[in-house]
């Protein structure tokens, strides 16, 4: 099987078609590159070729980007000098597009290439935009649901194919930032007004071929090969680049906190770039791209965003042998913020979704946050009144429990009391069909004490879904001690029609997640009962990457959660409950009111329209600050490691069943670094004989929270990483 093949008809347009035969959306391989570099020389050298189109076989788009087997196979190939095979890897594709770029033309004269035109049929990501961008013109197809961008950054890499160079160089600095920055992706009418393709059209391919048949040599010329070529915005060197440049430096290093070394790379090699010729500029990128490819923080971003998510929502731990359970109709208990929600990405997927409340007027409240969702949609022009409407028909709001009749999957959300939910199990179980799954959105009861009031306990099974659900990547599913596999399976089909990512674990108290994030606020809280300083606390935190500090956390997710989750693990745990100064806090805060964000007074002060104003100075009233600030790294390691060591117990208890999990719902449920590929990847990159050595350090001066788990011990004393030993053979190499 070829990925590329090339037909020639009478008119003299070749057609050169990528089309991978295993694969929903093409991607570039080490053959495939070869391919294409074969059918370009024919088609070059064919003097009855008078033009060529590129295209894909694939109806909805034209590439989803590299294959990144390619990338471990350049560094395998390259033996004991894995930047040499990387940089002489990423060179030869450079130098096909380039090939393709100058199409056969003079070098002195810059006449009689032959013109190259790519024709897009939907979405191009990544390579699927770098080829396209060495061609002569771009034409895209009319497809609303196509999205054209670069977006490798978001794995931890940056654009390396050539799309860094030749973007700026179209764009300038500045206008090609959000796309090389942030990995925007765009519409197609978006992408032309951007500058980034030439046509949107209805017909691409004929399009494409009348303007092969007619372009002229001024029209394949590529701005930067011809004379008196002047970047836009201009160049490092000129008043208006070099103030450009400043600024984004400021931004970049504003936005990553020096933690995202892809971006500082892309950053260098724009700017070095940007001072030399295109042909050595394509050099200068590569240089930059092997240094990032060489970066651990690369590897284990690629893995965890990219390999392991994509397998866990491809169905990599869904039980084998049942058939498909994908919802149909959907009873969702509570309407309020978490069940509203759930009925918005529910009703957003195409399922008909039943809305129960209290009262009538309860939930319709509920079934007006999806009104106002899709109406802040229709203002923002990303949704229309007729998506709307057909949007909220699927959801019927009611009281009528009766309501729930051929519902095949019940998600509760009802308020976090056992006896509360036990009573609407009861209730519900007795209206719905025998074969309905029952699931309940609780954050940290335990689901085999829920599923005691249930008569189907293989039936009930844990969904956790983050708020605000409809932005939260994220859905825990936890199994009960006697959750079945279809409970399991229907869960897993579920999730991936809301078109999220989840994670499978063993129900334990907090389940996986939980167990994570509430020791990292309770570290921070610890420290401000010591005399650190909570700006110091919430800039460390995110200096190591994390979207938000822990102190900040704890105003958006509210003292009173916090306060009522400790008071309910003390009654369950006794006297083995953990007591510590940061339950201290948490009460004394409640008491003055300071409830968060939502009462506009907690570790901050608010502003009548809620705006955080500063860090509260009364809490200095009651724990002083110390003189003597302790030092940033071991502010990071108590946040760091108190998250990462609750991951490896999670693992050494069966909680977690696979480490890919563990990585994936660390990133996308509460934003653990993503650039360390989450905590065991992290103990990975530092390796876990330090880990563990780092840990008795730790527990000497903090406390036995930082008591080395048996496993990471024993890890250490055999020198073994996490991937090495748990982790599936394609994600342990790459």
């Known amino acids: 099987m070829t990925d590329f093949t090339m037909n020639t008809d009478a008119e003299g347009v070749a057609t050169i078609t990528w089309d991978v035969a295993d694969k929903s959306m093409n991607v570039m391989s080490i053959d495939g590159l070869s391919e294409l570099d074969a059918c370009i020389d024919a088609a070059l050298a064919d003097d009855a070729v008078k033009g060529i189109v590129i295209t894909s076989g694939k109806?909805?788009?034209?590439?989803?980007?590299?294959?990144?087997?390619?990338?471990?196979?350049?560094?395998?190939?390259?033996?004991?000098?894995?930047a040499k095979g990387l940089f002489e890897g990423t060179m030869?594709?450079?130098?096909?597009?380039?090939?393709?770029?100058?199409?056969?033309?003079?070098?002195?004269?810059?006449?009689?290439?032959?013109?190259?035109?790519?024709?897009?049929?939907?979405?191009?990501?990544?390579?699927?935009?770098?080829?396209?961008?060495a061609t002569h013109r771009v034409f895209v197809a009319n497809n609303p649901k196509a999205r054209i961008g670069l977006p490798e950054i978001q794995v931890g890499i940056f654009p390396g194919a050539g799309g860094t160079t030749r973007l700026v160089r179209m764009l300038g600095a500045m206008a090609a930032s959000p796309l090389l920055l942030e990995g925007k992706m765009l519409s197609p009418?978006?992408?032309?007004?951007?500058?980034?393709?030439?046509?949107?059209?209805?017909?691409?391919?004929?399009?494409?071929?009348?303007?092969v048949l007619s372009a002229t040599d001024a029209d394949i010329l590529k701005p930067w090969d011809a004379k008196g070529y002047k970047m836009p915005g201009g160049a490092p060197y000129h008043p208006a680049g070099f103030m450009t440049f400043v600024g984004a430096s400021a931004m970049v290093n504003g936005k990553t906190k020096g933690v995202y070394p892809a971006a500082k790379a892309l950053l260098s090699a724009v700017y070095e770039g940007a001072l030399v010729p295109f042909d050595t500029a394509l050099k200068i990128e590569a240089r930059w791209f092997t240094s990032v490819l060489l970066n651990p923080t690369s590897s284990a971003m690629i893995r965890s965003l990219f390999l392991n998510k994509e397998a866990l929502e491809k169905g990599a731990v869904r039980p084998e042998g049942i058939a498909d359970q994908r919802v149909k109709k959907l009873g969702v208990l509570g309407a309020g913020m978490m069940g509203a929600g759930i009925a918005l990405v529910s009703a957003q997927a195409g399922i008909e979704?039943?809305?129960?409340?209290?009262?009538?007027?309860?939930?319709?409240?509920?079934?007006?946050?999806?009104?106002?969702y899709m109406d802040k949609g229709i203002a923002r022009k990303k949704a229309t009144v007729e998506k709307k409407e057909a949007l909220l028909s699927l959801i019927t709001a009611t009281a009528d429990l009766d309501a729930l009749k051929g519902c095949d999957l019940i998600?509760?959300?009802?308020?976090?009391?056992?006896?509360?939910?036990?009573?609407?199990?009861?209730?519900?179980?007795?209206?719905?069909?025998?074969?309905?799954?029952?699931?309940?959105?609780?954050?940290?009861?335990?689901?085999?004490?829920?599923?005691?009031?249930?008569?189907?306990?293989?039936?009930?099974?844990?969904i956790h879904f983050f708020s605000p659900v409809e932005r939260m990547a994220l859905v825990e599913i936890i199994k009960g001690k006697e959750t079945g596999d279809r409970a399991v399976a229907k869960a897993l089909d579920y999730?991936?029609?809301?078109?999220?990512?989840?994670?499978?674990?063993?129900?334990?108290?907090?389940?996986?997640?939980?167990?994570?994030?509430?020791?990292?606020?309770?570290?921070?809280?610890?420290?401000?009962?010591?005399?650190?300083?909570?700006?110091?606390?919430?800039?460390?935190?995110?200096?190591?990457?994390?979207?938000?500090?822990?102190?900040?956390?704890?105003?958006?997710?509210?003292?009173?959660?916090?306060?009522?989750?400790?008071?309910?693990?003390?009654?369950?745990?006794?006297?083995?409950?953990?007591?510590?100064?940061?339950?201290?806090?948490?009460?004394?805060l409640e008491e003055?009111?300071?409830?968060?964000?939502?009462?506009?007074?907690?570790?901050?002060?608010?502003?009548?329209?809620?705006?955080?104003?500063?860090?509260?100075?009364?809490?200095?009233?009651?724990?002083?600050?110390?003189?003597?600030?302790?030092?940033?790294q071991d502010v990071q390691d108590r946040l760091m490691f108190v998250q990462v060591l609750e991951a490896v117990?999670?693992?050494?208890?069966?909680?977690?069943?696979?480490?890919?999990?563990?990585?994936?719902?660390?990133?996308?449920?509460?934003?653990?670094?993503?650039?360390?590929?989450?905590?065991?990847?992290?103990?990975?990159?530092?390796?876990?004989?330090?880990?563990?050595?780092?840990?008795?350090?730790?527990?000497?001066?903090?406390?036995?929270?930082?008591?080395?788990p048996d496993l990471l011990r024993e890890m250490a004393d055999k020198n073994q990483s996490f991937y090495g030993r748990f982790g599936p053979k394609d994600a342990a190499a790459a």
């Open 59 to 82: 109806a909805g788009s034209f590439a989803g980007g590299m294959d990144l087997n390619l990338l471990a196979k350049m560094r395998e190939d390259a033996g004991d000098d894995p």
């Open 92 to 133: 030869k594709m450079h130098h096909l597009l380039r090939k393709i770029e100058r199409a056969g033309m003079d070098k002195k004269t810059n006449k009689g290439g032959k013109p190259i035109a790519s024709v897009l049929p939907g979405t191009a990501a990544g390579i699927g935009l770098e080829l396209p961008l």
């Open 189 to 211: 009418d978006a992408a032309k007004k951007a500058g980034i393709i030439n046509e949107v059209s209805d017909d691409p391919m004929a399009d494409a071929r009348a303007w």
């Open 353 to 372: 979704v039943v809305l129960i409340d209290r009262d009538q007027a309860a939930a319709d409240k509920g079934k007006a946050y999806s009104e106002s």
């Open 411 to 462: 998600i509760e959300a009802v308020f976090e009391d056992p006896a509360v939910k036990a009573e609407m199990t009861k209730k519900v179980e007795a209206v719905i069909p025998e074969d309905c799954i029952y699931a309940s959105n609780t954050s940290t009861l335990p689901i085999s004490e829920l599923a005691k009031a249930s008569c189907r306990a293989d039936q009930f099974i844990g």
């Open 495 to 588: 999730v991936r029609q809301i078109r999220k990512t989840p994670i499978v674990v063993n129900d334990a108290r907090f389940f996986y997640a939980n167990r994570c994030i509430i020791p990292y606020g309770n570290e921070a809280n610890r420290m401000i009962t010591e005399g650190v300083a909570p700006w110091f606390i919430d800039q460390a935190a995110q200096m190591l990457g994390f979207p938000v500090g822990p102190v900040q956390l704890g105003d958006e997710t509210s003292v009173d959660l916090a306060t009522k989750i400790m008071r309910a693990t003390k009654a369950a745990m006794g006297n083995a409950y953990p007591a510590s100064e940061a339950d201290e806090l948490i009460v004394w």
């Open 592 to 632: 003055k009111g300071r409830l968060g964000r939502k009462s506009k007074a907690g570790y901050f002060d608010y502003d009548e329209k809620g705006k955080r104003l500063g860090y509260w100075k009364g809490m200095q009233d009651k724990y002083p600050l110390a003189e003597v600030q302790p030092e940033l």
């Open 649 to 708: 117990r999670a693992l050494e208890e069966g909680v977690l069943m696979d480490i890919r999990e563990g990585d994936v719902g660390a990133i996308l449920g509460w934003g653990f670094a993503p650039w360390s590929g989450g905590p065991l990847s992290w103990l990975d990159m530092i390796g876990t004989p330090y880990a563990a050595e780092r840990c008795d350090q730790l527990e000497a001066q903090f406390g036995e929270r930082f008591k080395c």
